[in-house]
């Protein structure tokens, strides 16, 4: 859906994927519940669109639509950074990312398309 600012339209989507230090495979049952929630509190929080999110047990994919003002590097450094201090803050154990991510732009016209890869990544780890 084509969204607007006062000066501008835009469709901008950001697929954005990350793994925690070390690869640990540890982003399962409540971790995963948890990390999910604070994810969609970053985005609602920082105007940015959740359309779809995948916590593996040893990455995360989020597929993310934001504003022309907001620079990809800066969603990451938001998500990434943001999540891991409400998680320590909040549980017992801790969730720590590595420096390292993947982002990849998409529009219209393959915004379905990393949306159904990311949904079929539900399973696939376990």
């Not at 640990?24 to 990390?35: I, Q, Y």
């Not at 017992?92 to 379905?112: C, H, I």
Request: charged residues 30%; contains cysteine; aromatic residues 12%.
């Amino acid at each position: 859906m084509v969204k607007s600012t006062r000066h501008a339209k835009y469709e901008l989507y950001y697929h954005i994927v990350f793994v925690p230090k070390y690869r640990r495979s540890h982003l399962t049952g409540k971790t995963k519940e948890r990390l999910e929630t604070i994810f969609a509190e970053i985005c609602e929080d920082k105007d940015l669109e959740l359309a779809e999110s995948e916590v593996m047990a040893d990455h995360v994919h989020l597929f993310i639509g934001s504003p022309p003002k907001n620079a990809p590097s800066l969603i990451v450094n938001w998500v990434k950074g943001i999540s891991a201090r409400k998680y320590n803050q909040r549980y017992d154990d801790r969730v720590k990312w590595t420096r390292s991510y993947y982002v990849g732009t998409a529009g219209s016209a393959l915004k379905g398309a990393v949306e159904r890869y990311i949904a079929e990544q539900e399973g696939d780890d376990e």
